[in-house]
T-cell receptor, first 116, second 113 residues
Framework: AQSVTQLGSHVSVSEGALVLLRCNYSSSVPPYLFWYVQYPNQGLQLLLKYTTGATLVKGINGFEAEFKKSETSFHLTKPSAHMSDAAEYFCAVSGNYGGSQGNLIFGKGTKLSVKP | DGGITQSPKYLFRKEGQNVTLSCEQNLNHDAMYWYRQDPGQGLRLIYYSQIVNDFQKGDIAEGYSVSREKKESFPLTVTSAQKNPTAFYLC????????????FGPGTRLTVT
């Protein structure tokens, strides 16, 4: 069965500092991997995704993530944090729930705080 | 504009009442999903539908019911059998199950007292 672990439920950085949000996954088949962002009381917005091909994936708002198969990781980074990056971030892996394609398995989320 | 709409944004109900949450999409997506979100729990799958007139239970289907009579619509009913219904409910859709990429609605916050 597929699973996702996000290390750290809360991460705090200073404005301008590097953002690193960690995601490790478990999957018995080649995974599709996703990062979503959620602002308070809103739905989830796709930041970036990995399906096949290039392992370094660039997304919106300056975020990027690297798929490392040997480490089963898909960590999210941004070189310089902005106040507007404060939100909750979810990592997700493709799942085959009940034998059906199409489902995503989500991590529990990491709340990012950005200090001025 | 194409997208997913959920209504209402906030919903209040008394314990023992059934309540139906609306989810509509005009993206022409085949698959639709309902999730429940509780603080620190991530998203948990309630039901999903990959095609009209068909749906499957997710991890936490007990106390919930759905229908998929039209491609655009996937309403969720929270029944009185759901022991702890207060939560944030998110609807999502994907163009087809094989893409896995899901688009989310704005959510409905349900409070039951």
């Amino acid at each position: 069965a597929q699973s996702v672990t996000q290390l750290g439920s809360h991460v705090s950085v200073s404005e301008g500092a590097l953002v690193l949000l960690r995601c490790n996954y478990s999957s018995s088949v080649p995974p599709y991997l996703f990062w979503y962002v959620q602002y308070p009381n809103q739905g989830l917005q796709l930041l970036l995704k990995y399906t096949t091909g290039a392992t370094l994936v660039k997304g919106i708002n300056g975020f990027e993530a690297e798929f490392k198969k040997s480490e089963t990781s898909f960590h999210l980074t941004k070189p310089s944090a902005h106040m507007s990056d404060a939100a909750e971030y979810f990592c997700a892996v493709s799942g085959n729930y009940g034998g059906s394609q199409g489902n995503l398995i989500f991590g529990k989320g990491t709340k990012l705080s950005v200090k001025p | 504009d194409g997208g997913i709409t959920q209504s209402p944004k906030y919903l209040f109900r008394k314990e023992g009442q059934n309540v139906t949450l609306s989810c509509e999409q005009n993206l022409n997506h085949d698959a639709m999903y309902w999730y429940r979100q509780d603080p620190g729990q991530g998203l948990r799958l309630i039901y999903y539908s990959q095609i009209v007139n068909d749906f499957q239970k997710g991890d936490i289907a007990e106390g919930y019911s759905v229908s998929r009579e039209k491609k655009e619509s996937f309403p969720l009913t929270v029944t009185s059998a759901q022991k702890n219904p207060t939560a944030f409910y998110l609807c999502a859709s994907s163009i087809s199950p094989s893409t896995y990429e899901q688009y989310f609605g704005p959510g409905t916050r349900l409070t039951v007292t």
